[in-house]
Structure formats: structure tokens, C-alpha cells
């Protein structure tokens, strides 16, 4: 099983809908990224987050330390937000460094 | 422009080829991350470099080979290509103290 679990894998919205995806980890972690791969391949990052929440725009990222559980909302979707949108956590290994799991991804999809 | 930038975006070689794909950053980060994309779309890491000095190596094959001259590059040198090599290979980098990712656009890699 991987260390970092995303769902759904795949979504399908109506524009204007509100879009929740969710990434669920095993690991302790140090702090958890929320990635924006588009349809042409580039990666963007959207948030790291270590606890709370962070907002940007119409995309609000969520953490629960204790439950080992983030999220991401897209509110008012539009198509251009299709995309693969990939969690990531880092964990700390010995001598202070860090070791980076993704998730498999969540494939968006948002129709005009 | 501040950017990581890695060249070539496309690369089509034969097997048992040796090949370089070069990765730049002028963002000042410390660290530079060298990341694989199987035809799955998961994203896995293969080195870190910190520094000048490799911190992760995630189990992948030696015919892989990072090279830094300088904290600003993290070049992949791959040796005698197989069929499996084909991905899209991500550079990326991060400043240790804030973790931030900037992702570079990829390179296509394609063994025939």
C-alpha cells in the first residue's frame, strides 16, 4: 500500500461546482504539498502546508496532523482547472534530511 | 527570468545509448531534485542533492548518475538506456527552510 493515498482518482465536475480532493498519508510527516500538473506537463506548486489552512484564489488547502489527512477545495471550478493535482508529504530521515512520498494523483476534469 | 530550466524538452535515443539531461536553477535554493514519471503518472523520487552533496537516492539504478558543478546545476547522466527509461523526468528545486518546490517543464525521454 502506498504511504500516501489520493481520492478519487479520477473526477468529472460541472463548472461552477465546488471540488474536493482528498489525500490521506501513513507517515509522520514534516509538512505535505499540494501539486498542479497540467494537461501539457508542467508542475506547479500550489501549497505546502504543515498544520491549519492556507488560501489562494478559489483553492483552499486543509490539514489534520492528527487524523493524517489533507484536502483541497476548488470553489467556483472552472475548466481551466483540469488537471492532475498530486499530494506529496516529506518525513524526516536521519542527519536532519527529508524524504519526499507522492500520491498517485487525481485526474480533474471540468466541463463548460 | 527565475526558473529552473532543464534541456532537452524531447529526447529520443536508441537503447544502450548514454544521455544527459541538464537541469538549471537561478533561484538561489540549496537543494536540486531529479524526479521520474512513469507512463502511470506517478511521480517518484530518484536524488537529492543538497549542496554539492547527495542526501537521497531512492533505490535507482547506478546507471543513473547526478552531477553537480555547482549548487545552481544537477545534471542526470544516464548510461546504457533500456526500454524502461522511457518517462518524463522532472527537475526540481527548494530553498531546505521553507521547502517550497519550483518544478522545472520536463523532458520527455523516450527509448526505441
Known amino acids: 500500500k502506498n504511504e500516501v493515498e489520493q481520492s478519487p482518482q479520477n473526477l468529472t465536475a460541472q463548472e461552477g461546482e465546488f471540488i474536493t480532493i482528498n489525500c490521506s498519508y501513513s507517515?509522520?510527516?514534516?509538512?505535505l504539498h499540494w501539486l498542479q500538473q497540467h494537461p501539457g506537463g508542467g508542475i506547479v506548486s500550489l501549497f505546502m502546508?504543515?498544520?491549519g489552512k492556507k488560501k489562494h484564489g478559489r483553492l483552499i488547502a486543509t490539514i489534520n496532523i492528527q487524523e493524517k489527512h489533507s484536502s483541497l477545495h476548488i470553489t467556483a471550478s472552472h475548466p481551466r482547472d483540469s488537471a492532475v493535482y498530486i499530494c506529496?508529504?516529506?518525513?524526516?530521515?536521519?542527519?536532519?534530511?527529508?524524504?519526499?512520498?507522492f500520491g498517485t494523483g487525481t485526474k480533474l476534469q471540468v466541463i463548460p | 527570468d527565475t526558473a529552473v530550466s532543464q534541456t532537452p524538452k524531447y529526447l529520443v535515443t536508441q537503447m544502450g545509448n548514454d544521455k544527459s539531461i541538464k537541469c538549471e536553477q537561478n533561484?538561489?535554493?540549496?537543494?536540486m531534485y531529479w524526479y521520474k514519471q512513469d507512463s502511470k503518472k506517478f511521480l517518484k523520487i530518484m536524488f537529492s542533492?543538497?549542496?554539492?552533496?547527495?542526501?537521497i537516492n531512492e533505490t535507482v539504478p547506478n546507471r543513473f548518475s547526478p552531477k553537480s558543478p555547482d549548487k545552481a546545476h544537477l545534471n542526470l547522466h544516464i548510461n546504457s538506456l533500456e526500454l524502461g527509461d522511457s518517462a518524463v523526468y522532472f527537475c526540481?528545486?527548494?530553498?531546505?527552510?521553507?521547502?517550497?518546490?519550483?518544478f522545472g517543464s520536463g523532458t520527455r525521454l523516450t527509448v526505441v
Open positions: 506529496a508529504v516529506r518525513s524526516s530521515l536521519s542527519g536532519g534530511y527529508q524524504k519526499v512520498t
Open positions: 507517515v509522520g510527516i514534516s509538512a
Open positions: 533561484l538561489g535554493h540549496d537543494t
Open positions: 502546508l504543515s498544520s
Open positions: 526540481a528545486s527548494s530553498q531546505r527552510k521553507n521547502y517550497g518546490y519550483t
Open positions: 542533492y543538497n549542496n554539492k552533496e547527495l542526501i
